[in-house]
Nanobody, 128 residues
Framework: QVTLVESGGGLVQAGDSLRLSCSAS????????MGWFRQAPGKEREFVAA????????FYADSVKGRFTISGDNAKNAVYLQMNSLKPEDTAVYYC?????????????????????WGQGTQVTVSS
């Protein structure tokens, strides 16, 4: 069992920045990657970014590429999402997640159904 706790959300204006944090605890030894997703009201949960502990590599959705940066701290079992140049369309509940340990570890997964563990989410609201 893996427990994930997000923090760092809030209400900001367009163009501002926020940094989200996600701390993992529990059976994290099989965790090869972590991802961030978001869900706006009335919309499906969508992939934002993923971070692989192997080589500290990252992958981004086109909608956030160049504005968001995902990073990890292995010692703290934590992943961060630095969000710059925020737009109103970035408004959503942001979740961190851990993919199934049965998946191939050399690939970034963008489908929510492939993730086994989820945090409770943190609200990000960007006003225009």
């Amino acid at each position: 069992q893996v427990t994930l706790v997000e923090s760092g959300g809030g209400l900001v204006q367009a163009g501002d920045s926020l940094r989200l944090s996600c701390s993992a605890s529990g059976r994290t030894f099989s965790n090869f990657a972590m991802g961030w997703f978001r869900q706006a009201p009335g919309k499906e949960r969508e992939f934002v970014a993923a971070f692989s502990w192997t080589g500290s590599s990252a992958f981004y959705a086109d909608s956030v590429k160049g504005r968001f940066t995902i990073s990890g701290d292995n010692a703290k079992n934590a992943v961060y999402l630095q969000m710059n140049s925020l737009k109103p369309e970035d408004t959503a509940v942001y979740y961190c997640a851990v993919p199934s340990s049965t998946l191939y570890k050399g690939f970034f997964y963008t489908e929510p159904r492939l993730y086994d563990y989820w945090g409770q989410g943190t609200q990000v609201t960007v006003s225009s």
